[in-house]
């Protein structure tokens, strides 16, 4: 009840942040094609799976948002759901909240992947330290253990969150910063792209 008369009283608010939520992932798809350009020369081949283990994240992440919209229908005044009891329209309005939730868990498997794979990349590449590509993979492997005990040990799940997610925050940041601040070593970088292209070039020839 207190989550329906809340989506109710703060409708505007809500939906505010569906809208935002749809465009911090259209940056996320701006964000995987950077870091595949940025990883590309360590190994296309791992940037490409990073890549798509990222647009299926961002894509379960996106139909996940649909619930959140559908909790908003069982709250109008429409002729049809007069059929239903308040306390079942709350029911009705807080379920999607709950599917929404788990939606959410599942498209962290796919980005925990990711993770692991872009920790693999930034590790090898020579142009990003080495710490980063191991916290990353630390991440990684924290968001797959989370959403996978969501998934199968449900109870145990809410014994691990949040502190399971601090290295995933700590990983994740660490990267942020560390391209904000003091960005790539771009000689290191171009070397790599160039002997990136001769070895394309070559399996081609």
């Keep these: 009840t ?4 809340n989506i109710r009283s703060f409708e505007m608010l809500w939906r505010l942040g569906i809208a935002g939520n749809l465009f911090h992932l259209a940056c996320a798809v701006a964000l995987t094609w950077i870091l ?5 020369p360590v190994s296309r081949d791992f940037a490409l799976l990073a890549a798509f283990f990222e647009l299926v994240s961002i894509g379960v992440e996106a139909v996940s948002k649909l619930f959140l919209v ?9 002729e049809y759901l007069q059929a ?14 709950r599917l929404h939730a788990f939606g959410f868990g599942v498209s ?4 925990g992947c990711a993770c692991v794979v872009l920790g693999y990349l930034i590790f090898r590449s020579g142009y990003l330290p080495k710490l980063v590509g191991v916290l990353m993979q630390i991440a990684g492997l924290c968001y797959l253990t989370n959403s ?7 109870a145990f799940a809410d014994r691990l ?7 995933s925050f700590i990983g994740e940041t660490s990267l942020c910063l560390w391209l904000l601040v003091k960005g790539v070593d771009v000689g290191k970088w171009r070397a790599q792209a160039g002997a990136e292209r001769l070895r394309v070039a070559g399996t081609t020839a």
């Design 2 to 5: 207190a989550t329906a008369d």
């Design 36 to 40: 595949y350009v940025l990883l590309r």
């Design 70 to 78: 559908e909790a908003l229908f069982p709250l109008r005044n429409a």
């Design 84 to 97: 239903f009891a308040p306390e079942q329209l709350h029911a009705l309005a807080y379920l999607p909240t």
């Design 108 to 111: 962290l498997i796919f980005f």
């Design 148 to 154: 996978f005990a969501l998934i199968v040990a449900p």
């Design 161 to 167: 969150f949040p502190a399971i997610l601090i290295p």
